[in-house]
């Protein structure tokens, strides 16, 4: 079973950058074919897809984020990661890393922007 767990801090200033990191368990994120994301939900709003990092370490992003995400990864642990740089108090949400595409999400974990 493929198990994801965010983690990082909770409260972020604006104008600072959010970086998170998702570790997976159960199972490789250079699988074959396997796509990895990370994906957010403000406070009343819906789900909003941030962008992935594909089994061969390429990403895509999200144009709605204009330039501001960067995802990495580490696979020496398992890990990929998220970096929103500028945030401001519209990127407070719920951030989600996930295999959506097998169903596997993490937990979230909230993150607020806040002086």
């Known amino acids: 079973q493929v198990q994801l767990q965010e983690s990082g801090p909770g409260l972020v200033k604006p104008s600072q950058t959010l970086s998170l990191t998702c570790t997976v368990s159960?199972?490789?994120?250079?699988?074959?074919?396997?796509?990895w994301s990370w994906i957010r939900q403000p406070p009343g709003k819906g789900l909003e897809w941030m962008g992935v990092i594909v089994f061969d370490g390429s990403t895509v992003y999200s144009p709605s984020l204009k330039s501001r995400a960067s995802i990495s990864r580490d696979t020496s642990k398992n890990q990929f990661s998220l970096q929103l740089s500028s945030v401001t108090p519209e990127d407070t949400a719920v951030y989600y890393c996930?295999?959506?595409?097998?169903?596997?999400w993490g937990q979230g974990t909230q993150v607020t922007v806040s002086s």
């Open positions: 996930a295999r959506f595409a097998r169903g596997y």
């Open positions: 159960g199972g490789s994120i250079t699988s074959s074919y396997s796509g």
